[in-house]
């Protein structure tokens, strides 16, 4: 049902679009629009909000794998416990693997 709503979406887009320019419709979709006009203008700040953050959700698995290659993240979950087990990295309990690699025992990078 999903794909089926996108791909309307992107057929409805490409229909106006074409109603609208004809021939003359663009690959790009900003050239289709008056460079210097409010709507230009607002449609580049849109997409550059966007562009900006967009990238934290991009980096979010690579900053999971990083944390667990350097042992943050079970730093962080030990120290929340108490007593001589919460220094201790070997007493912990591991925990479920997140996101889409984990290391294994061995230190190896699992997918």
Do not use: Q
């Amino acid at each position: 049902a999903t794909f089926a709503a996108v791909t309307s979406t992107y057929i409805l887009f490409g229909g106006l679009g074409y109603l609208f320019f004809g021939e003359k419709t663009a690959p790009i979709v900003l050239e289709n629009i008056k460079s210097g006009s409010a709507i230009f203008v607002a449609v580049k700040a849109m997409m550059a909000v966007t562009l900006g953050l967009s990238y934290p959700v991009a980096l979010l698995p690579a900053s999971n794998i990083l944390e667990e290659w350097l042992h943050i993240a079970d730093a962080n979950r030990t120290a929340e416990g108490s007593g001589a087990a919460a220094n201790d990295p070997e007493s912990a309990t591991p925990s479920p693997p997140t996101g889409c690699c984990h290391l294994s025992a061995s230190g190896k990078l699992a997918l």
